[in-house]
């Protein structure tokens, strides 16, 4: 019933920018939060930044000051801006979202993972 695609991930060198796109779309009555976490190799998915609906956001401590998370709320769009990449913010990244679906339950969507790798 919904689907979250990610765009936007690739190679870079260190001190460069990337920008991540998930788009939401499906039978959604309306989405709370977006999130983006990452998870590189052997290590555990974590929270790199969220946004509620109305624009409160969260950010990781390693991230604070370099991403930018914001949302289109009427594209059901959450964006990342990431700059000053650093090798470390190399991982694939992960949209989630919490929603109501138009069914009436609560749905928590993952989208499929854009990879994002950062050359020293």
């Known amino acids: 019933q919904v689907q979250l695609v990610e765009s936007g991930g690739g190679l870079v060198q260190a001190g460069e920018s990337l920008r991540l796109s998930c788009a939401a779309s499906?039978?959604?009555?309306?989405?709370?939060?977006m999130g983006w976490y990452r998870q590189a190799p052997g290590k555990q998915r974590g929270l790199v930044a969220s946004?509620?609906?109305?624009?409160?956001?969260n950010y990781a401590d390693s991230v604070k000051g370099r991403f930018t998370i914001a949302r289109d709320n009427g594209k059901n769009t959450v964006y990342l801006q990431m700059n000053s990449l650093k090798p470390e913010d190399t991982a694939v990244y992960y949209c989630?979202?919490?929603?109501?679906?138009?069914?009436?339950?609560?749905?928590?969507?993952w989208g499929q993972g854009t990879q994002v790798t950062v050359s020293s």
């Open positions: 946004i509620a609906r109305g624009g409160t956001t």
């Open positions: 499906g039978s959604i009555s309306s989405i709370n939060t």
């Open positions: 989630h979202a919490d929603l109501l679906l138009q069914i009436g339950k609560i749905f928590n969507s």
